[in-house]
């Protein structure tokens, strides 16, 4: 411990500085510092003093800190000095210092007095002052080293080397002290050499002391004990210290396991920790099971290491171990068990591709089993309908409700999902699918046809005018309903609603309309699941029904009256006059005869037209009449049905004249409201008028013939009227009706039979001015009229 007065006076100056502070503070005196301590320095010994200052209080606490931590240092002790308290700090009593390995220690030494603490460090370097060799400490304690050789070592081979320190560096001798002498050397540099005979086979325990002498005289010494192991001739020992077996599980117990095989003498096996699942025959080195492996019961029996010890049964202590790996495989003895067992679904026709119909929730229970694999097996039905995707159930190819093929099946898809574990074997567990596909209305309906028809117009009431087919892709097939839209006011057709028959409901006229244009509804039924009107389907076609026309109109003649006065100097090949005549019914052929008047057979028809033959008018030979009232009949068909008419012509030929002109003269005389005859070839029905005017002429004819008689008798004037009476009888007949048809019934009284009209008698050629009387059927007016000229004078 250095004193310097400048390091002193420092101090105090540093003291007095504190104490002239207003408060003294508890402080280190003499703190921090440095020491020096010889390493061979004892326990007790002070390493270093001071005094801590104003600590006021009765119970200050000090602690002290070592770094590096050792406890070679006692706790520093306090002791009252006056006002001040000293610090001392000692070396402990295990105190064993060594510059060679710690050669400072700093040690922190902090002090708390009441609420004040303070501290401060101490340096303590440590200085080697040891001199004689020191022997290596377990080597030099009271128990010695040991050491421990195989007897069959070779001779004189090291089997121990002496260490020490030797701090001087004097040269250093090793001698065996004890025993004296030893079967063991030691060399120059400390080693302990085995005897130089070997050792015998046995066990044996030899204990040297052996100590070191440098040139200086300083010694150390210790103590060796060698122990000797006998050497085996055969030892235990594993051929394979290795092996893993493969086992399966659920082989029952007792199933064998492996055997394993030791070298060696009267080897005996036993397993190290036991397993309580393996046992192993200690005299065959055979391991088997002790119960049943499964492993869904206890999963960590997959994979066991067992530990199994040889042994020579006389020499416990020749051993070896093996290590026996034991893999216990899982045998796949479940099958998966998935829900739900069976899959039975309802879907619509329209269910796209993709959707999922059903989920299967599978497990196995076998524990390497868990990889599922998921597959469906189709029917002929079902044919490429499904997929699995993993463990669902998806739409493969559009479910189809439409087909007579799935009709005939309920509409229910049936297939078979197949869950198969990765086990070994294989095991599959099946899943029964029935998916029932319930119906879309998909399609429309389609007008097939034909979409012309034609109908007679005559035909009657129901008669069937042809089918409209119509057909419908969604199952039931074609089951649609028909319904005239429009095209009808009033309804002339009906159309069968279910199967398209169009029925013929009103009557029929080709000449008021031709043609039928009508629209179709086409609506389909029952597509649905539940009858879905939102989802009727419709279209609409147009068909054509065209009316066919049939001979149902007699021909008209307009005029129904001609007159006329020709020449009798016409050329023959002109036409006299033209009838006009038409018949509405496109298809008739108007074919033109006269039936009446045509005296001496002077007239004939061409077409419609009259032409005459060469009129003969000699007064001295052969004199034709002046005068004709020509009955020309008109017939619309040469079969049945036919029509005719009658139309009159009057032709007043004038016989002298030559030089006349021979244009004709053609006066029509509309203001005669006649009326036509409408005849057929069965029946015929004169109009009052032409019976009063053919009762008339008829009785005319005979009044001349009779005055013609008489007067050629008599010579006396002709005169008298008596046509108005004729015409009594005739009218008559208009009562006698024959309803035998009751179509012609409907329209008109039929007439007497034609025969009638053979009864026609040629008008009389006799000019006389106003000779019958008669009265206008339609407005009842009666007249005076001329037989010749048809001329009427209305009275
Ligand atoms: C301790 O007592 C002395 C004398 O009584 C005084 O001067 C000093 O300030 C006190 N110290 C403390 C820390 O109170
Ligand atoms: C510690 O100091 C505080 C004020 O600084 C004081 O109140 C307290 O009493 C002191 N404690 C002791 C044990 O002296
Ligand atoms: C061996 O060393 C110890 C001290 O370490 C000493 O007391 C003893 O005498 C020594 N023995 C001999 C034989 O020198
Ligand atoms: C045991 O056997 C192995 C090989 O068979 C051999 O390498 C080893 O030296 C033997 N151990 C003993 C102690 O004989
Ligand atoms: C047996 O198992 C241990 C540890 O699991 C391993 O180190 C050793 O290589 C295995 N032995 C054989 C033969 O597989
Ligand atoms: C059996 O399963 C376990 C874990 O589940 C796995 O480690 C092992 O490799 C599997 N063994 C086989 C043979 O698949
Ligand atoms: C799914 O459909 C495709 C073609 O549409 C077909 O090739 C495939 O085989 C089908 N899958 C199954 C599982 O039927
Ligand atoms: C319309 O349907 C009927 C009955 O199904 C069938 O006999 C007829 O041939 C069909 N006509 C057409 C044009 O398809
Ligand atoms: C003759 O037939 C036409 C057309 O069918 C008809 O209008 C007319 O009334 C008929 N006349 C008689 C007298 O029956």
């Not at 998935?338 to 796209?352: E, F, S």
């Not at 089918?467 to 892709?473: E, I, P, R, V, Y």
């Not at 039979?753 to 000779?771: E, N, T």
Request: charged share 10%.
């Amino acid at each position: 411990m250095g004193f310097h007065p400048s390091e002193s006076l420092l101090k105090l100056s540093i003291a007095l500085l504190c104490i002239m502070q207003a408060k003294g503070q508890v402080s280190f005196v003499g703190l921090p510092d440095t020491v020096t301590l010889l390493q061979s320095s004892a326990r007790g010994t002070v390493v270093y003093t001071f005094t801590m200052e104003n600590c006021n209080s009765t119970n200050p606490t000090v602690t002290m800190d070592a770094s590096p931590t050792t406890n070679f240092f006692n706790t520093p002790s306090l002791t009252i000095a006056g006002l001040d308290y000293n610090i001392e700090i000692t070396l402990s009593s295990t105190v064993a210092l060594n510059a060679d390995v710690v050669n400072q220690y700093i040690l922190t030494i902090t002090a708390t007095c009441d609420n004040e603490t303070v501290f401060n460090q101490l340096f303590v370097m440590i200085k080697n002052d040891i001199v004689e060799p020191q022997c290596e400490p377990k080597f030099s304690s009271q128990a010695g080293d040991t050491v421990t050789v195989y007897s069959n070592i070779p001779a004189s081979s090291p089997i121990y080397k002496v260490v020490l320190r030797q701090p001087n560096n004097a040269p250093v001798t090793y001698s065996i002290i004890q025993p004296s002498p030893s079967v063991f050397a030691i060399s120059t540099s400390g080693s302990v050499l085995s005897p130089t005979s070997g050792f015998t086979n046995a066990a044996k325990t030899y204990q040297l002391q052996i100590k070191v002498t440098d040139s200086l005289g300083n010694s150390c010494n210790g103590t060796l004990t060698v122990e000797v192991l006998p050497v085996y001739q055969n030892p235990i020992n594993f051929t394979v210290p290795s092996t893993a077996v493969t086992i399966r599980e659920n082989a029952g117990p007792g199933a064998f396991v492996t055997t394993i095989t030791a070298q060696g003498n009267n080897v005996q096996y036993e397993m190290i920790s036991p397993n309580s699942a393996y046992y192993i025959n200690a005299d065959t080195g055979i391991i088997r099971t002790t119960f049943n492996l499964d492993l869904e019961r206890i999963p960590s029996l997959a994979s066991t290491t067992l530990q199994v010890r040889a042994y020579d049964k006389n020499l416990r202590s020749s051993s070896a171990i093996a290590t026996v790996n034991i893999t216990v495989l899982d045998v796949n003895d479940m099958a998966p068990l998935c829900t739900p067992a069976v899959i039975v679904n309802q879907v619509p026709q329209t269910t796209p591709i993709g959707n999922i119909l059903a989920t299967l929730t599978c497990t196995d229970p076998d524990v390497n089993s868990t990889a599922l694999s998921y597959s469906v097996i189709s029917n002929a039905n079902s044919l490429y309908s499904f997929r699995m995707q993993s463990n669902n159930l998806v739409v493969n190819n559009t479910l189809n409700y439409d087909s007579a093929e799935i009709a005939s099946v309920n509409f229910q898809y049936s297939a078979t999902i197949v869950v198969t574990d990765s086990g070994t074997p294989q095991l599959t567990t099946n899943i029964p699918v029935f998916i029932t596909v319930t119906p879309v209305n998909n399609y429309s309906p389609q007008c097939i046809g034909p979409l012309t028809y034609s109908v007679n117009e005559n035909a009657p009431f129901g008669t069937v005018v042809g089918q409209l087919n119509a057909t419908d892709a969604d199952y039931k097939f074609n089951n649609v309903e028909f319904t005239i839209e429009g095209g009808q006011n009033p309804p002339v057709f009906y159309m069968d609603p279910k199967s398209g028959e169009i029925h013929v409901l009103g009557p029929l006229d080709f000449e008021t309309r031709s043609s039928y244009s009508l629209r179709i509804q086409v609506v389909d039924l029952n597509n649905d699941i539940m009858p879905d009107p939102v989802n009727q389907k419709s279209t609409y076609c147009t068909i054509t029904i065209n009316v066919q026309d049939y001979n149902d109109n007699p021909p008209v003649c307009n005029p129904p009256y001609y007159s006329t006065t020709i020449y009798s100097t016409l050329v023959t090949t002109s036409n006299i006059l033209s009838l006009q005549c038409t018949d509405v019914d496109p298809t008739s052929t108007l074919t033109y005869s006269i039936v009446g008047g045509n005296v001496d057979n002077l007239f004939l028809m061409n077409g419609n037209s009259i032409r005459h033959n060469p009129f003969s008018y000699n007064p001295d030979g052969v004199y034709n009449p002046v005068s004709f009232t020509l009955l020309v009949k008109v017939t619309d068909s040469t079969s049945s049905p036919q029509f005719s008419t009658t139309a009159i012509v009057n032709i007043d030929v004038v016989p002298w004249t030559t030089t006349q002109p021979t244009t004709t003269t053609t006066t029509t005389t509309p203001e005669k409201k006649t009326k036509i005859v409408n005849e057929t070839s069965t029946y015929w029905q004169p109009d009052i008028w032409f019976m009063v005017v053919l009762t008339i002429t008829a009785a005319l004819l005979l009044l001349a013939l009779s005055l013609l008689a008489w007067k050629l008798a008599t010579g006396n004037p002709i005169c008298g009227n008596t046509a108005t009476e004729a015409t009594q009888p005739l009218l008559q007949n208009k009562s006698v009706a024959n309803v035998e048809n009751p179509l012609d019934a409907a329209k008109e009284q039929p007439p007497p039979p034609s025969k009638d009209k053979k009864d026609i008698a040629p008008v009389s050629p006799l000019s006389l001015q106003f000779d019958g009387r008669a009265q206008d059927p339609v407005t009842g007016r009666e007249y005076l009229f001329n037989s010749h000229t048809g001329e009427r004078r209305w009275l």
